[in-house]
């Protein structure tokens, strides 16, 4: 989505400012902790694809990111990020580069998700995992950011916010196998949110969902 490439990088500064708040601070916590409860057994090297400003990178040991919003990678390139610029959807990488793969809240704003994943796959090495971070468009905070969406805030008017089952069947039509899920926010959306266990499993309700899935030899492997 072009137009979300071109609200990143006019509001870099200020989407990053925002993980600073107290709100965000907290937020940010919990959703860390549910991506960190599926790293178990994922070797390096690591890349996110969508990596933003670097944030999650950073605090997760990630290594290398790609963006295709120049202003945001300046900033992850500060935190120690190594970065390139470009779009999930075609990655500049060679074949089974990876041993793990992260695309946090990335897929609601690429223009073909299944070539995403797809592209995520090719370049995992075999038994690779990939963890996909998403808000689940059932859950009430699913309902805030379609709000924010229909009221056309600068940035969400640009996503497609995708249910746990959707994302599920493009990675199996990608033919990764799906293993494992985390799931936080399961508290409703408010000025003052809490600090929130994280849950080993899947909480069909929670407003974040991760989902790690595996890429193995029966998996239609390039």
């Known amino acids: 989505m072009s137009g979300a490439v071109e609200a990143f990088d006019q509001y870099a500064e200020e989407y990053d400012r925002w993980f600073d708040s107290p709100d965000g601070r907290i937020l940010f916590k919990a959703e860390v ?23 999650f990178a950073k605090e997760l040991g990630i290594e290398f990111g790609i963006d295709p919003s120049h202003r945001v990678l300046e900033i992850a390139e500060r935190r120690g990020i190594k970065v390139k610029e470009a779009k999930g959807e075609s990655l500049p990488f060679k074949d089974e580069s990876f041993r793990a793969v992260f695309l946090l809240f990335t897929l609601c704003f690429v223009e073909d998700p299944e070539k995403v994943l797809s592209e995520a796959k090719r370049v995992l090495k075999n038994c690779g995992g990939l963890i996909v971070g998403i808000i689940n468009r059932e859950s009430s905070w699913g309902e805030l950011y379609m709000k924010k969406k229909s009221e056309g805030h600068p ?12 994302v599920v069947k493009m990675l199996e039509k990608t033919g990764m196998a799906v293993e494992a899920y985390s799931s936080t926010l399961c508290q409703p959306p408010s000025e003052m949110p809490y600090e929130e266990a994280v849950y080993k499993g899947l909480v069909t309700d929670a407003g974040f969902i991760c989902i790690r899935a595996r ?5 239609g492997g390039e």
């Open 33 to 55: 902790e549910a991506v960190r409860v599926l790293m178990k057994n994922l070797g390096k090297p690591f890349l996110e694809v969508g990596v933003g400003t670097g944030r």
């Open 155 to 166: 940035i969400y008017k640009h996503a497609r916010f995708y249910s746990i089952d959707e």
């Open 215 to 219: 890429k193995t030899d029966n998996s």
